[in-house]
C-alpha cells in the first residue's frame, strides 16, 4: 500500500505537550560546516570534498559530495542527509502521535529513498522521497490499517522538515 501524503488533509489533531518540551515560538538550529583544502591543488578534480559538520550539541561528523561529484563514499552526504532528515522528522512524529494514542511500538525502521531527477524548472533536485517503515508493534492495541494511515498522514502533516521542503514525501508499505 502507497498512501500518498504530501498535500492532504489530516484527521489527526496537531500535537499539543507540555511547555518546555515543544517551543511554542520559533526556535534556531544551528551548524557549521568547516571545509579546508589542505594543501590539494585547488582544481575540480583534485580539491577535497571531506568537510565537517558541527552540532549545537557537541556532535561532529565528516561529510562528503555523492560518490557521483567525487565525494568520498565512506562519508554521509547533503543528499542523503536531506532523506535522513524527513525520514527522522516522520519518525518522531510519527510516534508522538502513536504514544498519545495509546499504541505502543517496539522498533520503527524505515530504509528511505530518495529520487534525484529533474524538477519542473529543469533543475537537479530530490523530488521524491519514498518513506518504507516497518513497525513492531506490541501491547494489546494494534492500530488497523486506516488507523496507520491517518497516524502516517498526521506524521507529514505536522513534520517539519518535511513542512519546510517542495519534495513529494510518500509512505510505501
Same mark, same amino acid.
Given at each position: ?13 496537531p500535537l ?8 511554542k515560538?520559533?526556535s ?6 568547516r571545509?579546508?583544502r589542505g594543501g ?8 577535497p570534498?571531506?568537510? !565537517?559538520? !558541527? ?7 565528516t561529510? !562528503?559530495?555523492?560518490?557521483a561529484?567525487? +565525494?568520498?563514499?565512506?562519508?554521509v ?5 536531506f532523506?535522513?532528515?524527513? !525520514? ?7 510516534l508522538a ?13 524505515d530504509?528511505?529513498?530518495?529520487h534525484?531527477e ?10 521524491r522521497?519514498?518513506?518504507?517503515p516497518?513497525?513492531?508493534?506490541? +501491547?494489546d492495541?494494534k492500530?488497523?490499517a ?14 517539519f ?7 513529494e ?5
Amino acid at each position: 500500500m502507497t498512501a500518498e501524503i504530501g498535500g492532504q488533509a489530516s484527521s489527526i489533531p496537531p500535537l499539543q505537550f507540555q511547555a518546555g518540551v515543544l517551543y511554542k515560538g520559533m526556535s534556531e538550529h544551528k551548524v557549521t560546516l568547516r571545509w579546508e583544502r589542505g594543501g590539494a591543488e585547488f582544481v575540480y578534480q583534485k580539491y577535497p570534498r571531506d568537510h !565537517s559538520w !558541527s552540532f549545537d550539541g557537541g556532535h561532529t561528523m565528516t561529510a !562528503s559530495a555523492a560518490p557521483a561529484y567525487l +565525494g568520498n563514499p565512506a562519508n554521509v552526504d547533503p543528499e542523503e542527509a536531506f532523506v535522513a532528515s524527513l !525520514s527522522s522528522c516522520h519518525m518522531l512524529t510519527f510516534l508522538a502521535i502513536a504514544c498519545k494514542q495509546k499504541f505502543v511500538l517496539d522498533d520503527y525502521t524505515d530504509e528511505a529513498v530518495g529520487h534525484m531527477e529533474k524538477n519542473a524548472e529543469g533543475r537537479l533536485a530530490i523530488t521524491r522521497v519514498e518513506l518504507h517503515p516497518k513497525i513492531t508493534w506490541s +501491547g494489546d492495541k494494534k492500530p488497523n490499517a486506516e488507523e496507520l494511515d491517518k497516524m502516517h498522514h498526521g506524521a507529514h502533516d505536522q513534520c517539519f522538515i518535511a513542512n519546510s521542503v517542495k519534495t513529494e514525501v510518500t509512505v510505501v508499505q
